[in-house]
Each structure stands twice: as C-alpha cells, then as structure tokens.
C-alpha cells in the first residue's frame, strides 16, 4: 500500500500571533513524531502545489473570494473574527493547504497512491461558501471533492468529518447535495453551534457527550455501504484537552473512522500524538482517502 504524505514548508509563512493556538509548530510536531515513530520513511512525501482560482470557485461564492484578497494586508494582521485573523501570506497558505487536497484527490484517482495524509494549515472545515471563520479560510475538503466530481468524474462522495467542532462550513457548502454524504461528529454545545437543526438525509450530524466512544453506532449504516459511495475524504482540525480543556475526544473514534474509509487494517492509521513539552499544540490536517468502489 502506498500512502503520499503531502505539506508545503511556507505554511509556516502563515502565522496568526504568538498566542494564537493555530500556531506554525503545529506541523512541525506531527512531522517529528511521525519521523520518530517511522512511519514518515514509509510514505510517499512531497509538497502540495497552490490551488488554482477555478477549483476554489468551485465551491465559494466569487465575492466572498474577492473580499478576502482585499483584506489581505501587506504587514500585521487584518481580524476576520474573533478567532480568524489574516497575515501577510495567510492566502498564500490557505491555496497550498487546498491545493494539496486536490493533489491528494489526483494522485489517488490517477492510481499513484492508495490513500493521502495532508499535513497543512490553516484547516478548512469551518470555512463556508461566504465566510471566513474558525481559523479557516478556504474549504479544503470541499474543494478536493469537487474538484473530484469535476476533473475525475466521481458522481458520489462521503465526508468524513472528525472533530471535537462540527464542520459547519462543509455542511454549508453540500447540505443541499444529494450526491454528498457528510458524516460529522462533535462534542455537544460547542464550537460553532451552526447546522444543528434541519432535516438533510445526506447529513448525518453526530452531537457526542465529552469522551463517548459511541460515533461507530452513529455513522456505521451511512458510511458501510461502500457501494453508495465513488470516493470518501476525511476532514478534521483537533484539539488535543491542553489546548482546549474543555474538549475532550476519544481516539479510538479517530482509529475506527481511518480504517473504514481507507479499507486498510487498524494497524495501518496514522495518528498524530502530542510530543513532550508541545501538547499545548493544536493539529490540524485534511486527510484525503478516495477509494473508487467494486
């Protein structure tokens, strides 16, 4: 089996403050420890490239695109919101991080990997059609799967999306999309308290108690029956409880979810871990797996 691992070295380039958890060590702790554990040296590793206009167009609305470019400053940052703030090469950053998704996608469909770990930032899944928030700029999943649809043909896709926050911006974009299933599980009354009410049969929203390992009953009918399915892509920005005490996730959710969209063994996933005197980091990454159904 071959799995690419894909990142860019200038998404250190994107930096929101020396406080802000969404810091450019991030990936450095995830490449460390995968290089320790090993299993970086087993993979296929290269550098995303930049998405291009079109694919982001793909999925956000032409304005919000236009306004963000014109919020970019030239020094400093420019706050979006609360927790979102834009440097100097935070664009920059954000069509890398998209970019290597598609790539993602390519390689796969173009049967030069098996599956893809895409260690990038800024993350994407808060990121909706019209708006920046949550840390996320661009829809990094959502872009890799219409780009999917577009380019490769794949008329059917799961999301999977794996977080102590829902993926509001990925529901946004595909909550109307028959031919998109999203699988979202969160921790209950938290972060970002969107798209908790409606009644969408491809959205299977998944609100979990702090700590529960109950997400395989959840989501086990809708993303099991692989035939439904052309492709699925996993999507999650993680906060370990150093960061965030008041979330709280079960990795064995992390563990199930890998192995069943990318059919591999449990002895197969790649899961981040905190290494000692960093835990306070936050991870975040976009992971795309499609898998072309017998």
Known sequence: ???????HPDFARHDMGGSHPEAPVRLEVIRKRLMLSGLLQQTMQSEAPPAKPLALARVHAPDYLETL???????????LDNDTRMGPWTLEAAALAAGAAIKG????????????????????????????????????????????????????????????????????IFHDDPNVLICSSYQEAFYPWRYLEGDWPNVVNTALPAGTAAVTSAWQSSVTGCRRWSAIARSWCCSPAASMPTAKIHWENWRWSTAISTGSPTWRW?????????????????????????
């Not at 089996?1 to 990142?7: E, N």
């Not at 999306?161 to 990925?170: A, C, L, P, R, S």
Request: charged content about 15%.
């Open 69 to 79: 470019a014109c919020q970019r400053p030239q020094n400093g940052l420019q706050t």
């Open 270 to 294: 790649i899961s981040p871990v905190a290494m000692p005197g960093a835990s306070w980091c936050r991870y975040s990454r976009a992971a795309i797996t499609p898998r072309r159904c017998r």
């Open 105 to 172: 996608v390519d390689l796969v469909c173009g049967n030069r990997a098996d599956n893809v770990f895409c260690a990038v930032r800024p993350p994407g899944h808060h990121a909706e059609r019209a708006m920046a928030m949550g840390f996320c700029f661009y829809n990094n999943v959502a872009v890799a799967a219409a780009h999917a649809r577009a380019m490769h043909g794949l008329e059917r896709i799961a999301i999977l999306d794996f977080d102590v926050h829902q993926g509001n911006g990925t529901l946004d």
């Open 1 to 7: 089996m071959i799995t690419s691992y894909l990142t």
